[in-house]
């Protein structure tokens, strides 16, 4: 299915405007402040894409069930993970209670991070199409959700 053929739907609830596509809630742009209320929608999961991890948002992170973090090998994303790992491991001692991942990261630069921040970092696949998840990738995905 394409892109433009995504079953597609705006609505609203309480809290704000969001997008589902295939029964999943998008909240795009969504502020510290909006969280409690979408805490309290009654969800399964609710997964915090948080971007570049800022002061605040690390903050959030570290409330999450699950700390999933995941970092992008582009030379130009690098310094901005390798900030986002300072952050962590300062401020949580250690950084245990993380997984971190690296999208198609070499051995070379895990074998280096994992050294550098004393944490195992995990190379995942780059998935081109969201929607549309080969059966290698399960496996992975709900690993994370566990």
Request: proline share 5%; net charge positive; with cysteine.
């Amino acid at each position: 299915m394409t892109e433009d053929k995504l079953p597609f739907r705006q609505a609203e609830n309480n809290c704000r405007s969001y997008f589902r596509i295939y029964d999943v809630d998008y909240y795009p742009n969504t502020s510290a402040k909006e969280l409690p209320c979408l805490f309290n929608q009654g969800y399964r999961y609710l997964i915090l894409d948080l971007g570049s991890t800022g002061e605040a948002d690390l903050s959030e992170l570290l409330r999450c069930d699950r700390k999933i973090v995941i970092g992008n090998p582009a030379p130009w994303k690098m310094d901005k993970f390798r900030k986002t790992l300072t952050q962590i491991t300062q401020k949580t001692a250690s950084g245990d209670g993380f997984l971190y991942l690296m999208e198609m990261g070499k051995p070379k630069t895990l074998r280096e991070l994992s050294g550098k921040y004393h944490i195992i970092l995990r190379s995942v696949p780059f998935i081109q199409n969201p929607f549309r998840i080969e059966k290698e990738i399960f496996s992975i995905l709900q690993e994370l959700l566990e």
